[in-house]
């Protein structure tokens, strides 16, 4: 009855998807990202194997080569997780499946599991961009390299 006192959370905090150096994302040597034409974000040079939630959600998508997930937030805004660059052409050898598309997550749980050694042997690029993809929902973002747990912090659209 008296929702419209409720306030309304604006501020979305996402994580980076693995420990690692977080960057720039114009840093990323693939024009998709680096020229932001998927969205805006940062990007991680992972050290461990483990691709976990940035944030609460459900995972809208899994691409079948499991280098790339989507999760959606309950405020509807849209964030792709991409392990590497080129490593679609590796057609998921060094990746593991951990969750599917359609479950809901918590921030931190393990979605991917990489053999990182086996990704950087065959030539690929382990750099993981964290991207918003529906940029159109974000009045402001502040981006943060030195916090793995509040690597994006976005202030929704009213």
């Known amino acids: 009855m008296f929702d419209f006192f409720k306030k309304k959370n604006r501020e979305t905090i996402l994580m980076a998807p693995f420990e690692g150096e977080i960057v720039d994302i114009t840093t990323v040597r693939d024009a998709m990202f680096s020229q932001k034409l998927?969205?805006?974000g940062v990007a991680v040079i992972p050290?461990?194997?483990?691709?976990?939630a940035p944030c609460d959600g459900k995972i809208s998508s899994i691409f079948p080569t499991n280098h790339a997930f989507g999760i959606i937030t309950k405020e509807g805004?849209?964030?792709l997780v991409h392990i590497g660059i080129?490593?679609?052409t590796l057609k998921g050898k060094g990746f593991k499946r951990i969750k599917e598309a359609g479950t809901i997550v918590k921030k931190g749980e393990t979605i991917i599991e990489i053999d990182?050694?086996?990704?950087?042997?065959?030539g690929k690029?382990?750099?993981?961009?964290?991207?918003?993809?529906n940029m159109e929902k974000v009045e402001n973002?502040?981006?943060?390299?030195?916090?793995?747990?509040?690597?994006?912090k976005i202030i929704l659209n009213k």
């Open 38 to 40: 998927l969205g805006d």
């Open 86 to 88: 080129d490593t679609v």
């Open 77 to 79: 805004l849209e964030i």
């Open 116 to 122: 990182i050694d086996y990704i950087k042997s065959m």
């Open 125 to 133: 690029d382990t750099i993981t961009p964290l991207v918003i993809t």
């Open 47 to 52: 050290s461990n194997n483990r691709a976990v």
């Open 141 to 152: 973002m502040n981006k943060s390299y030195e916090n793995r747990q509040e690597t994006l």
